[in-house]
Nanobody, 123 residues
Framework: EVQLVESGGGLVKAGGSLTLSCAAS????????IGWFRQAPGKEREGVAA????????FYADSVKGRFAISSDSAKGMVYLQMNSLKPEDTAVYYC????????????????WGPGTQVTVSS
């Protein structure tokens, strides 16, 4: 059974940093595209960072480029999202997602989702 569990969310002041983690189990992470998505209240879910299967390509939304970094450790079954220079507009629930055919920041192809972790950035 594929399972994804996010952790590391919390309350941080603007300009601060957080690292989100996603524990993956029940499948081989290396074979899947991986993405971090977020959804703020009243807004649509958006992809913020993704890494292709075999970890050879990364993708970032323009709004987070240069501030966020996605990485994965297939041996440990872990996915990370390092978030620096956080802004109040980064406040959202962040979700980890994977899919065999997942590629890029569009949610199509992402088949499995974690329950999410809340990130709140105060001004």
């Amino acid at each position: 059974e594929v399972q994804l569990v996010e952790s590391g969310g919390g309350l941080v002041k603007a300009g601060g940093s957080l690292t989100l983690s996603c524990a993956a189990s029940g499948f081989t992470l290396y074979d899947y595209g991986i993405g971090w998505f977020r959804q703020a209240p009243g807004k649509e879910r958006e992809g913020v960072a993704a890494i292709s299967s075999a970890s050879d390509l990364t993708f970032y939304a323009d709004s987070v480029k240069g501030r966020f970094a996605i990485s994965s450790d297939s041996a440990k079954g872990m996915v990370y999202l390092q978030m620096n220079s956080l802004k109040p507009e980064d406040t959202a629930v962040y979700y980890c997602s994977v899919g065999v055919w997942a590629y890029g920041l569009k949610s199509g192809g992402y088949d499995y989702w974690g329950p999410g972790t809340q990130v709140t950035v105060s001004s």
